[in-house]
């Protein structure tokens, strides 16, 4: 499976946190990562990420045209909801392309661990019918 892992500033420690927790299940999957949410969990996992440009630079465009090309099968987005973003546009429409292309998305932790240990389970192969 194809994860997208993103992370707002105010929330890229607690992204390093989940993929140390996670890193026997996401090791088993691509990961792809806006730049520098890339950069910093390949530091702390030693894990493969495929890097686009930083989240304001593109990289969250980049994950949107990933998603409307049917390349993504899950989304991880830790969203700092109380810091206005000034790519805000990209935000939603991440979200936005998510919903309309039926992607599995967690935007706070508690959703994101249901949806890697559901992974684990072998959950969502349903996406497999998508490809």
Not at 44 to 53: A, C, G, P, R, S
Not at 99 to 109: F, R, S, V
């Amino acid at each position: 499976m194809n994860i997208a892992l993103i992370a707002h500033d105010a929330k890229k420690k607690l992204m390093q946190n989940f993929c140390i927790a996670y890193r026997g299940i996401l090791s088993k999957h691509d990961l792809y990562a806006t730049g520098t949410t890339g950069r910093l969990i390949e530091e702390v996992t030693n894990l493969t990420v495929h890097k686009q440009l930083a989240g304001h630079l593109g990289g969250e465009q980049q994950i949107g045209a990933q998603i409307e090309n049917n390349e993504i099968d899950l989304v991880i987005f830790l969203r700092d909801a109380l810091s206005p973003q000034g790519h805000e546009p990209d935000i939603n429409h991440v979200v936005k392309l998510c919903d309309m292309h039926n992607i599995p998305l967690a935007t706070n932790l508690a959703t994101a661990e249901l949806l890697i240990k559901s992974l684990a389970r072998g959950d969502m192969e349903w996406r497999e019918m998508y490809k």
